[in-house]
């Protein structure tokens, strides 16, 4: 089995694949070692027998997005485009993923966090689920949202997010159509194993069309464009303001993520 620092990767059989993001402590937020070892999970998982993956956080949150400390550091464009570039890594691997993805959320799902389930094809969660694009709070924009978000959500519902940063609840998350099963958190394994079945006891080559299909309507803007600009913006100086000021929160707050 393969190991990662900040993932447990875990193959079931011929039947599921799993990748929990696994820095608790952290509300699973992001570091770039930890968008490198997603990518390589999707890869694996790409080229094992499995037929379907589920993408899932240890604790209480799915991932609160970046780790803003990580983005604090960053002092020059080189180095902001170097942390930047991996999330196209994890992100284009997941356009071009010919088996189902189901993300199953067990918390709070914030900036990154939140645009990764724009990848799933499933999105199961817990009734007291969270979630945002918070980061034009630090000075930021969300690269992925604005990229895929249009065609999966919509220009409107994208711009609510990402211009007021507000997190809304599992309800208007599947009202938007971020979310598509809720359950009680002691049920929501359960749930996503009942849905994964369903999709595993169809036809592969059907199943593997619809999501080739799927994929080809995902981007309308170019990531790679939005990530240069996304560049610029997190090394201004009301950025880092805003950063420093975030980190420095001792409340409960001070520990969720963009």
Known sequence: MFTFKNIIYTEEDDNITWIQFNRPNKLNAFTKEMWEELYQSLELAKSN????????????AFSAGDDIPSMYELKTKEESLSFFRILEKPFKSLLDFKKPVIGMVNGLAY????????FMDIVVSCKDSKFALPEAKLGLIPPVALSVGYSVLGIKQINRLALTGEAIDVYEAQRIGLVDYIVESDKLKDKTLEIAWKIISNSNGPIQYIKSSSNKHKFKVELADIIEKLAVFSIDTESKQRMEAFINKKDE???IFC
């Open 49 to 60: 027998k499995t037929k379907l993956v589920v993408i899932t956080g240890i604790g209480k």
């Open 111 to 118: 900036g990154g966090g939140c645009e990764l389930l724009l």
């Open 253 to 255: 707050t001070s520990s």
